[in-house]
């Protein structure tokens, strides 16, 4: 007789579901192992929604487990009460009897669905709530957390490690609660049929515990191997696919052919190795519940009589014994998952401890409209690994002028325009936007005054009107069309299929990195910022866009303050002010007919450029 | 009827797969089917042992206090006994199951490798790498995941057939309780499994989408941050995580109403058999025995029922991943088609093109493609994007067969060429520059032999070998994942002098120098020129590349649109304006 839950489970394995027999995936890495209650008491503190009616959970829990019991010790009142060799059949009894078992399961039955239900829903809640609070977290973290080599490890704890969560929500958390009480149900009523047959069956069955955890190890360890296995078989394909040209140009077909051939080969034979493990659960199980059957038929046999043993209770106790194995073998199963369970928790909670850098101010100054003047003084910057990004910085913008910005890859060009929208507050010294400092102003208004045209011209999987219109929230159809108007780029829209209502697809990939550009302009013309901060695309944009690109800019950029970071140094040509960055300083600052003959880096800089580009002029 | 008969075919089409699978691992087949078989055997069989205990053990002892010493040890010599026949049996289940299954991928694996080795570079062209890494890693595991209840399943029917024999020869009273409890059991089953499909689906198709939004939402954080939209995107992730949820409740409500009642089921058959049976046992025509061994044999029923169950339910899912899996298999490998066995002597070629024309399908893509280059000669290749300068660069490196048209080489068709000689004439730099998670020199050699100092020569004309040479490990040194990083100008290099290595007459570079500063660029041109006798085209995108070139062949709407230097070439309109763009967008840092 085994409980529907290590159906459920069981069918897992036998189904070939390795997730319930191994751990889940941990992209860092490490399978650090966190004191269980410490997680619980902090996941408790995290998610209050998991303490609500803990007391009717257990209720109900309780109610559920008497299910199990109900069969066996029907059995044995039958046998002992009903059919006995003395008085014959007592009918009545044997009816009556089957009838109040008949309703217990009924009612068991549906107080299961009712609590199955309910766990469901507290745990699907709770784990909405957790995602939701771990990602605003991340969301309100400074720019020197979101660098491109953490965004992995960030996406993965609002994605897989929440998942992870929740597969075991469903199966594991509900196991240890309603195994728990199976396990100390029966093994009560055991006792109070005999307490010696109990210390029996617990002293055959006490040696499972450390074989389970052995043989679950070294599942996990073999798993880890399999999960190493696949993943180079699905590199070296992913290289055979990538490849294709070179592979068929060179004839490389048959070195290609023996790598795949041995990827593949290894991970078919560590799965079989690994599958080992989990076949070998199935034999050990079996042995222990056997052992355990005829441990109870010699002794019961043998020292009943002495013990007042009647057969009927011996007979439900061999039932007992069935019972009481499927829940051990169960936590058996859940343990290995639970560790990995707690250790996700963990890495999820965790993110909430990693500190917000920018703090907003309350009761923030509102910038005035109209072009912005700037000054940077003596800013540092750095992440909190490694050194400086910006040192010394020193620069005088005069409101309305055009900007440019130059300088090499990781010369920190970027970073300083990020420092001007507050993606990061700088490590040392102050930055002054129209006379206020940065970190004073009022979030609703920097987000309008400021604006950014990204490099990517990156763009929300919505439609035009969508990502245009949130710049300055409330606008209708008409003022989006209007900004797009006010720009010269009425003509673009008419291009589109759905003109303003186009879907720009994810990450606006639908549109070329141009036209993303544009929509962004458009966007900015609607904030009506009085600074404008543009990173030009490297990536080459077709000549139609260009033109729409620089003439758009234009009409943008009056009666603002912009700033660009210059890939091209036509830009740099046409703007009132240039700053050229070299290693994190400013190195030359001035106009392009003074930079040029200065014989500086800007100068090599325009020759290397006009090599590359110019042709007869 | 549609319906049903859809089934049927879902279901004999589903056979076909398991079929396939034993006939490419029978062995592991038969084992973990008579292992599933001892199983059911010996789980029955331990249903009876239990009767057997009952009668001439339990209750001689403790009832009559007349306990045969020898029975006793019987009964436990037996339960230890079918309790270990039964494990064995789940172990040579459970573990040559691995063996069919993960033999059957193995194999359907290779011949998908293989497929992706020898399909033709169209293939690879009409379709997205993601998608043919999806056949080998998803697919192939869902493909298979419906093998893995199959012996299960198979021993289940055996179970139901020797519980139902047993139980008839306990009592055909107690048979026909079992007749009315099986395929109610089974019933129920089958609408469990056909009903949590969907939503089960759907939660996939939830978490996936929540997925995505995250991934944007983080990859466009400078976006949401600058301009303050992080509230609109925590609602948006709200949203549609609120979808798992709520998917997620959707099937718990269905495990919350199957799974408690087909686990009531076989206790409310249990009750009735105590009613049925002791009354049978009062009239002398059953023992205690044997109504404790149908009362065990009840409930060992409910848990392979589930496992049938889930075979049915997994046998269609596997059965559309394998054809698409099957979509790849199905493809004819091309005939490797009749080789020439020309020579080439000159050590210096030129290159024809006589009247080209490509179609992809029924699109046309280039035609009426005439023009020489003559040896040693440099010529780039200028047009538009999309206008099929990467065609001719497939056509040149053999990777695709025009429809019409011919490719001389020094007058020599290029088909009539010996594979080795036009392996070795003819090498392509491509626009991705693909390098392997290999050492340089495997990187540049591609299996091929060569000398040091061939590979060497080849890393210094491609202006890469001060880099190299710097490498702690040299060109032993391993690059990728594991290895060195390089940056994109130092790819191009890396993937030149691959290309330059075997000394080919004809070197075609598709874009292959893009990311290489100009002035490096100029200098490999420089060096192709003094140090070879090499026949040049190359792709241009650069104001720069062009005005390296001897010539160029300007390409506009699938047509050559002109063939000259480019001084000549800008009193063409079209021309001037393409080139005009590359001039106001071309990137210097």
């Not at chain 1, 990517?456 to 710049?471: K, M, R, S, Y």
């Not at chain 1, 589109?496 to 013309?525: K, W």
């Amino acid at each position: 007789m085994k409980s529907e839950r290590q159906v459920q489970q069981s069918t897992r394995g036998e189904i070939g579901d390795e997730r319930t027999t191994t751990s889940q995936k941990d992209e860092d890495g490490e399978h650090q192992k966190t004191a269980a209650l410490t997680v619980l008491r902090r996941g408790l503190k995290v998610s209050p929604e998991l303490r609500s009616g803990a007391a009717i959970t257990i209720l109900m829990a309780l109610i559920v487990a008497s299910g199990s019991l109900a069969i066996p010790i029907l059995i044995q009142q039958i046998l002992d009460k009903g059919l006995t060799s003395t008085n014959g059949l007592d009918s009545g009894f044997i009816y009556s009897s089957c009838i109040i078992a008949l309703a217990l399961i009924v009612i068991v039955t549906v107080t299961q669905r009712a609590t199955y239900n309910r766990l469901v829903k507290i745990a699907e809640t709770t784990i909405l709530e957790l995602r939701i609070r771990v990602f605003s977290h991340l969301q309100r973290l400074s720019l020197a957390d979101h660098l491109e080599a953490r965004k992995g490890i960030l996406t993965a704890r609002v994605t897989s490690d929440i998942e992870t969560l929740s597969q075991f929500a469903q199966w594991g958390a509900i196991a240890w609660i309603i195994d728990s009480v199976i396990i100390l149900g029966t093994l009560t009523v055991m006792a109070i049929y005999s307490w010696q047959l109990t210390l029996v069956v617990i002293a055959i069955y006490l040696p499972i515990i450390p074989i389970l955890k052995a043989i679950q190890r070294q599942q996990f360890l073999k798993y880890r191997e399999v999960r190493d296995a696949v993943s180079e078989t699905m590199g070296q394909v992913s290289e055979a696919v990538m490849a294709a040209p070179v592979i068929r140009s060179y004839g490389y077909q048959e070195t290609v052919r023996s790598k795949l051939e041995t990827a593949n080969q290894t991970q078919f034979k560590r799965q079989v190795k690994a599958h080992k493990f989990f076949a070998l659960l199935a034999p050990v199980m079996d042995t222990f519940s056997a052992m355990t059957i005829g441990g109870i038929v010699v002794v019961g046999s043998l020292f009943g009589p002495e013990m007042g043993l009647s057969s009927g209770e011996m007979i439900a106790f061999v039932f007992l014994t069935t019972v009481l194995i499927a829940p051990i073998w169960e936590l058996g199963e859940v343990l290995d998952q639970t560790q990995t369970a707690l250790a996700g928790w963990w890495k999820v909670l965790s993110v909430l401890d990693i500190p917000i850098e920018v703090e907003e101010p309350t009761n923030g100054i509102t910038l005035p409209n109209g072009a912005l003047p700037i000054e940077v003084n003596d800013l540092y910057f750095n992440y909190r690994t490694g050194g400086n990004v910006l040192k010394n910085i020193n620069c005088v913008i005069p409101a309305g002028i055009n900007v440019a910005v130059v300088g090499a890859t990781g010369s920190g060009k970027t970073t300083f325009v990020k420092l001007l929208t507050r993606l990061a507050d700088p490590t040392e010294g102050t930055i002054t936007i129209g006379g206020f400092a940065l970190h004073d102003v009022e979030t609703e208004s920097r987000h309008t005054t400021i604006q950014m045209v990204p490099q990517d011209g990156f763009l929300f999987n919505e439609t035009i009107t969508d990502n245009v219109a949130f710049a300055r929230p409330g606008s209708s159809d008409a003022d989006v069309e209007k900004a797009f108007d006010s720009l010269g780029l009425q003509w673009w829209l008419e291009t589109l299929p759905q003109g303003i209502h186009t879907h720009v697809g994810p990450r606006g990939e639908r549109l070329s990195v141009g036209e993303r550009q544009l929509v962004a302009l458009a966007r900015a013309q609607l904030a009506n910022p009085g600074l404008l901060i543009l990173d030009e695309a490297t990536s080459a944009v077709d000549p139609e866009t260009e033109v729409a690109l620089v003439s758009a800019l234009d009409r943008l950029s009056e009666g603002r303050t912009t700033i660009s970071v210059a890939h091209r140094l036509s830009t740099a040509e046409r703007s009132d002010l240039i700053l050229v960055f070299n290693e994190g300083a400013i190195v030359e600052t001035g106009h392009h007919s003074e930079l040029v003959n200065n014989e500086g880096i800007y100068a090599t800089l325009f020759d290397s450029w006009l090599g590359n580009t110019q042709s007869e002029k | 009827m549609q319906r049903k008969k859809q089934k049927q075919t879902h279901l004999r089409r589903g056979f076909s797969l398991v079929w396939r699978s034993i006939r490419l691992r029978p062995g592991s087949h038969t084992v973990a089917i008579t292992g599933a078989c001892l199983f059911s055997l010996a789980a029955v069989a331990l249903t009876r042992v239990l009767g057997y205990a009952t009668d001439d053990v339990i209750i001689p002892a403790l009832d009559n206090d007349a306990l045969s010493h020898k029975a006793l040890w019987t009964s436990l010599l037996f339960i230890i006994g079918v309790g270990l026949i039964r494990g064995l049996g789940a172990f040579l289940r459970r573990y040559f199951l691995a063996g069919a299954r993960y033999g059957t991928e193995l194999i359907w694996r290779r011949q998908l490798f293989n497929k992706y080795l020898d399909l033709p570079m169209t293939f690879h062209r009409s379709r997205s790498a993601g998608e043919l890494l999806a056949h080998a890693d998803n697919d192939m595991i869902i493909a298979s995941l419906a093998l893995m209840p199959f012996a299960f399943t198979v021993g289940t029917f055996f179970l139901a057939i020797i519980a139902l024999i047993n139980l008839l020869l306990i009592h055909p009273l107690i048979a026909l309780m079992a007749l009315i409890l099986f395929p109610l059991l089974a019933w129920m089953n089958q609408i469990y499994s056909r009903k949590i499909v969907s939503p089960a689906a759907a939660v996939q198709e939830a978490v996936g989408n929540t997925s995505a939004l995250v991934h944007e939402s983080f990859d466009g954080i400078m976006v949401v941050k600058s301009l303050g939209r992080s509230d609109q995107e925590i609602q948006r992730i709200r949203k549609s995580a609120n979808q798992i949820r709520k998917h997620r409740v959707d099937v718990g409500k269905l495990r919350a109403i199957f799974e408690p009642a087909i686990f009531a089921l076989p206790s409310i058959g249990v009750i009735f058999l105590l009613m049925i049976g002791t009354w049978l046992v009062d009239k002398g025509s059953l023992s205690i025995g044997e109504l404790v061994s149908a009362i065990a044999l009840f409930g060992i029923l409910a848990f392979p029922m589930r496992i049938a169950g889930i075979f049915f339910e997994e046998l269609p899912r596997s059965v559309v991943a394998l054809d698409r899996i099957d979509s790849i298999l199905e493809l004819q490998s091309p005939q490797t088609h009749s080789q020439g066995k020309e020579e080439l002597k000159t050590p210096s070629v030129s290159l024809s093109i006589e009247d080209l024309q490509v179609h992809h399908g029924d699109h046309l893509v280039l035609e009426n493609i005439d023009f020489e280059i003559t040896a040693g000669e440099i010529v780039a290749l200028v047009g538009p994007t999309g206008v099929g300068k990467s065609t001719i660069a497939d056509l040149i490196g053999g990777l695709q067969e025009p429809t019409k048209g011919r490719i001389l080489i020094d007058g020599t068709p290029i088909e009539s060429l010996s594979a080795k000689a036009r392996k070795q004439c003819i090498a392509v730099a491509f626009q991705e520059s693909f390098l392997f998670a290999d050492t340089i020199r495997e990187n540049i050699a591609l299996g091929r032999r060569f000398l040091d100092s061939e590979i060497e020569e080849a890393l210094k004309i491609a202006q890469v070998f001060d880099f190299v040479q710097k490498l702690p490990n040299g060109i032993e040194e391993t690059l990728g994942e594991r290895g060195v990083t390089l940056s994109g100008g130092q790819r191009q290099r890396i993937t030149l002098a691959r290309a330059l290595v075997g000394s080919p007459k004809i070197l075609f570079l598709d874009d292959s120098t893009s990311s290489v500063d100009p002035l490096i660029e100029k200098k490999i041109l420089e060096n192709l020129r003094q140090k070879t006798n090499v026949t040049l085209m190359i792709v241009a995108h650069r104001l720069s590349t062009i005005k390296l070139a001897d010539r160029v062949v300007f390409l506009n709407e699938g047509k050559v649109a002109g063939v000259d230097t480019h001084t000549e070439l800008m009193k063409l309109p079209a021309y001037t304006a393409l080139v005009k763009a590359y001039d106001n967008t071309g990137t210097a840092i």
